[in-house]
C-alpha cells in the first residue's frame, strides 16, 4: 500500500506540473480525485501498521512506515495545491509556463498516427521508457483520459500521449508519435 | 528561481528514497542540506515577486508565483522527513526497501569500469537519459559525493552511479557501467 501511494503521489505532482503547463482543467481534477485515492489508503496503512504493532508488540515499525506514509501524503497535497492554481482559473504566467517546458526533465504531448509504430502496442511490448526515456503519464482517447496507464495500456491510433522525460528525448518521442520515425 | 527550486525538490525525493533504499546516511544528509538551499530561494522568490507586484501594481502574478514556491517547498520538507528515517537510525524494514526498488520507477547503482564506454564522456555526449531511461542522480567518486550532475559531468572510471529509471532499463544500466554492453 505505501508503495502505491509513492507512485500515487509521484503520478500526482507529475500531473500537476502538466495541469500547469497546459492550463488544463480535468488533469488538474484528476490530481483532486486522486488526493481522495492517496487519503483513503493513507488511513488504511495506519490503521494496518497500528493493528500489526499490537499484535507484534513491536512499535518501531510502525512508527517508520506512519512516518513515510506521512511525508508521501504531503507530497500529494503539494501537488493538488499546485493543480489548485488551474482549478482557481488563475493563468500561469506564460513565462512560467515555458521555463518549466524547458527544465530538463519535461513533459510534452504527442499525437499518435495511424503510420505510428507505437499505435496497436501496449507499454509493456514497447518498453517506452526505457528505450527513449519518456514515461506515458496519461493518455487522451476522444473524451476519455486514462491516467497511470499501465504495461498492458494499448495505445491506439489518435491517441494523444502526454509524456514526461528528458528534453532531449522530446523531438524523437514526438516523430514516433507522427510515424516519421520508424524505430525506437 | 521557481524553476531551480523545482528541479532541486525533485532532486531531494529521489535522493531521500535512495537514501531509504540503500540505507546512506551520507545522502541522507545531502537532502537536508539541499533543504537549506530550497529554504533560502523560497524567501528570495516572496521577496522579489512581491517587490515586483508592487512595481507592477499587479498581485495576481506574485500569488500564483507564491503559491508555486510554497508547494514546492512543502515537497522539499516532505522529501527531508523522509530521509530523516535513515537520520534517525530507525532500520528501514527489508521488505519496505526491497518493495521501492522493485517499483516501476526504481533506484540503482552501477560502478564504471575502466572498459565501460561511460567512462570518460559527459552526460551531455551521452544522453543517457533519453538513449536508456536512466537519469544519474548522483556520483560517488572516491570518498566524494557529486549530487545532481549537469549535463557538463564527466563519467569517470571507479564512479559509482546512482541513477532513477524504470526497472526494464536496470540491467543494460549496469551492463553499461561494467563494460559488457558496448552501446548505448
Known amino acids: 500500500m505505501l508503495i502505491q501511494m509513492k507512485n500515487m503521489s509521484e503520478l ?11 492550463n488544463n482543467r480535468e488533469i488538474a481534477e484528476e490530481v483532486k480525485y486522486l488526493e481522495e485515492k492517496v487519503d ?6 495506519q490503521e494496518e501498521s497500528i493493528k500489526q504493532a499490537v499484535d507484534e ?4 515499525k510502525a512508527l517508520v512506515i506512519i512516518r513515510l506514509a506521512t511525508s508521501i501524503e504531503a507530497i500529494s497535497d503539494s ?14 504566467h506564460p513565462i512560467l509556463r515555458e521555463s518549466i517546458k524547458e527544465s530538463d526533465i519535461t513533459i510534452t504531448i504527442g499525437r499518435v498516427s495511424d503510420k505510428s509504430i507505437l499505435a496497436g502496442k501496449t507499454l509493456g511490448e514497447l518498453n517506452l ?6 514515461w506515458v503519464i496519461a493518455i487522451k482517447r476522444g473524451k476519455k ?6 504495461e ?33
Request: glycine share 8%.
Open 12 to 22: 500526482m505532482v507529475d500531473l500537476a506540473y502538466s495541469a500547469l503547463i497546459f
Open 40 to 45: 483513503e489508503l493513507y488511513v488504511r496503512i
Open 57 to 60: 508488540r513491536n512499535p518501531e
Open 79 to 92: 501537488a493538488v495545491q499546485i493543480a489548485d492554481v488551474v482549478l482557481r482559473d488563475i493563468e500561469p
Open 129 to 134: 521508457a526505457s528505450e527513449t526515456g519518456m
Open 145 to 150: 483520459w486514462i491516467f497511470g496507464p499501465t
Open 152 to 184: 498492458n495500456t494499448r495505445i491506439e491510433a489518435g491517441d494523444i500521449l502526454l509524456a514526461k522525460g528528458p528534453i532531449e528525448g522530446v523531438p524523437h518521442f514526438r516523430k514516433l508519435c507522427s510515424g516519421k520515425d520508424k524505430k525506437l
